[in-house]
């Protein structure tokens, strides 16, 4: 018989990209760490000016700014997929959305485990992981591992299987065009993080309502009022402080 308490009642799971951490600051790091090859190997151009260029040649809509760079520089072509093999493969510079660690030190206080559901190459993901310091994370789940991407329904159960005795799962993401609906179906607390006008995917909230989050927030601080709701959804359930947990 399971325990009255939130370490068997929660599990939170979080999106990667654009959730923990902001997308573009990715982006950014890979710009650079590829400028760097360019400079250093190739002797073509300042890197600073490079990032610059990558990144205007992305706000312009092209669909490969480093293909676009590479060409224009007049690069031998053999050179690119090594290159670009590399800068996925680099520890990039990205730190944790403000109000992160903070959450996540609430859940561990609380025993309350999470995980990482991401799509997205392993080396690329992992390494993304690493830098943010989140490889205390009970599971980690990556599409490109796994051969199966969101929204499917099957990258969620898995989760499910992986943990039988977890009363409620969480899932906090922010792109509604694939992240909330099979959580939905599966009856989990569906949160979205609100673009902040700088997200990678924009978030259309006209889709239809079972694609919509339950709830959505601006940032991380405001999901330990949110989780006030364990006393609800688990009535006699108890905060890391042995009380019942209070909802918002």
Same mark, same amino acid.
Not at 95 to 115: C, H, T, W
Not at 134 to 163: N, T
Not at 215 to 232: D, N, W
């Given at each position: 018989?399971?325990?009255?308490?939130l370490h068997n +009642? $929660?599990?939170?799971?979080?999106?990667?990209?654009?959730?923990?951490? %902001?997308e573009?600051d990715?982006v @950014?790091s890979s710009?650079?760490f590829?400028?760097?090859i360019i400079?250093n190997?190739?002797g073509?151009?300042?890197?600073?000016?490079?990032?610059?260029?990558?990144?205007e040649?992305?706000r312009?809509g092209?669909?490969?700014?480093?293909?676009?760079?590479?060409?224009r520089?007049?690069?031998?072509?053999?050179g690119l997929?090594?290159a670009?093999?590399?800068?996925r493969?680099?520890r990039?510079?990205i730190?944790?959305r403000d109000?992160?660690?903070d959450?996540?030190?609430?859940?561990?206080?609380?025993?309350?485990?999470?995980?990482i559901?991401?799509?997205?190459?392993s080396?690329t993901?992992?390494?993304?992981?690493? +830098? $943010?310091?989140?490889?205390?994370?009970?599971?980690?789940?990556?599409s %490109?591992?796994?051969?199966?991407? @969101?929204?499917a329904i099957?990258?969620?159960?898995?989760?499910?299987?992986?943990q039988?005795?977890?009363?409620?799962f969480?899932?906090v993401a922010?792109?509604p065009?694939k992240?909330?609906?099979?959580p939905?179906?599966m009856?989990?607390l569906t949160?979205?993080l609100k673009?902040?006008?700088?997200?990678?995917?924009?978030q259309?909230?006209?889709?239809?309502?079972p694609m919509?989050?339950?709830?959505?927030v601006?940032?991380?601080?405001?999901?330990?009022?949110i989780?006030?709701?364990a006393?609800t959804?688990?009535p006699?359930s108890?905060?890391?402080?042995g009380?019942?947990?209070?909802?918002?």
């Amino acid at each position: 018989m399971k325990t009255n308490t939130l370490h068997n +009642a $929660l599990h939170v799971v979080f999106d990667l990209d654009d959730t923990l951490y %902001a997308e573009l600051d990715y982006v @950014k790091s890979s710009f650079a760490f590829l400028a760097g090859i360019i400079s250093n190997s190739y002797g073509s151009g300042d890197c600073e000016n490079l990032v610059t260029e990558l990144l205007e040649l992305r706000r312009l809509g092209l669909s490969n700014p480093i293909s676009a760079l590479w060409d224009r520089l007049k690069l031998p072509e053999s050179g690119l997929p090594e290159a670009v093999a590399a800068m996925r493969g680099h520890r990039p510079q990205i730190e944790p959305r403000d109000g992160v660690i903070d959450f996540l030190n609430i859940l561990r206080q609380a025993d309350v485990k999470y995980s990482i559901l991401t799509d997205g190459r392993s080396l690329t993901q992992r390494q993304k992981i690493a +830098a $943010l310091g989140l490889g205390d994370a009970a599971h980690i789940y990556i599409s %490109a591992e796994r051969g199966v991407s @969101k929204p499917a329904i099957e990258a969620f159960a898995q989760i499910v299987q992986d943990q039988p005795s977890i009363e409620k799962f969480v899932y906090v993401a922010d792109n509604p065009s694939k992240d909330f609906v099979a959580p939905n179906q599966m009856d989990w607390l569906t949160i979205m993080l609100k673009d902040d006008g700088h997200h990678i995917h924009k978030q259309d909230l006209s889709l239809p309502m079972p694609m919509l989050p339950r709830i959505s927030v601006k940032s991380f601080k405001e999901l330990p009022q949110i989780f006030g709701f364990a006393s609800t959804l688990f009535p006699g359930s108890q905060d890391a402080s042995g009380t019942a947990a209070s909802a918002p």
